[in-house]
């Protein structure tokens, strides 16, 4: 757990020599609570305080990651109970499980890989795909994982039971870091050792938190680090309370045994398949690392990705684009110039409606600090000052031979000041809402 400033100054030596630059070891010690100074700066603080200070920098929850050459999938390092108290860091990678007695699988591997959702702007796909040993052949299993690395380049989960199986499949993965699933109670220590010796995150499963963290102690101390936790439960009450356990335990307590991402597969405790993605959704917000999926449809992953998105997006930090002149539909020199903020959704609802009309214009986008139009006038991030230098320094008047510039009827009130700020503009009042865009296009033109 994070230390307060207080209390890495009693681990400081406390005779202020300025050493490190700064001129108190208090002060040094507020920068590195603060995390805007490094602790190698003092040169006299003890090897036990270093060890003390370090072992309390590490996250409560620890960053695990399955790689496949650049592309990533990372669950931990939450810092956390809940989004209002800061952020979630790293969205719960979401995999589908196939097996290695389906037909086809680079088909099947490349299809889920194609799948994106373009949600205002930010592309968000499946992470990863889990395969299983499901024949129990481990010449057929590394078959398979051969398969899918040819067609995709997706993160994986290998799930088998024996070292063996782990040991051909890992021999195909082609450079990948796989997660291997699981170690249990019988087989952790070969387990640990096939994790140890391909450097790969080991999924570890046990009923039960002490089972769980007498298990997680154990391969630690076996030499491997990079664990993911199983706690057994399936079903939406027993996930969701061992989750809740686990991160509290971690966050609240410290519990380094437990302070591990969790991995859940929703398709085992769903009661039908249609209850999958409502347990996945809960698993999401309430604290999976990594989720597994059995099915995967377009429609349910659409709906966990996004919802995944807004729970893994920094309430503290508006989803923005970058200011700017956008085209619509290719606009001409007479077309309007419509002007609204870089706040995503502001962008998103104005663009897809005049796009969707077939109507040509262009849209300026002035910096408000990714601030929705109301809430940027509001704080004074969107004025006829900013307005007019969107205008200025994108070039429009270049582009156009109608200076004809349209404000958002929320912000009606601008109309004289940005008339003033943009001398020889014609300046006219758009509709409040975005759906009313395109009528009002057609009714002036
Ligand atoms: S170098 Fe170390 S001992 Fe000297 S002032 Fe900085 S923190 Fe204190």
Redesign the pocket.
Known sequence: MALTGLQIYKL?????????G?P??LA??MKLAAKQAELA?????SEASKAQLEAAAQPPVRLITVATGDRKAQAGNEIVLFRHEKTFYNRAPIFVRVKDTDADLAATAKTINEFAVDYVGIKLMIDGLAIENASGDAGKFAAAVEAVRGATNFPLILIAKDVAAFEAALAKANGATPMLYAADASNWQAMAAVAKKFKAPLAVKADGLDALATLTEQIKGAGVEDLVLDPGARDFLGTLTLATQIRRLAIKKNFRALGYPIITFPGEGAGSAGEEPSLAAQQIGKYAGFVVLDTFTPASAYALLVLRQNIYTDPQKPIQVQPGLYEINNPKPESPVLVTTNFSITYFSISNEVEGAGLPAWLLVADAEGMSVLTAWAAGKFDADRIAKAVKTTGVEGKISNKRLVLPGAVAVLMGEVEEALAGWKIEVGPREAVDVPAFLKFKA
């Open positions: 400081l030596p406390q005779t202020n020599c300025k050493q490190c700064f108190t070891c040094f010690a700066a003092c040169p006299y603080v």
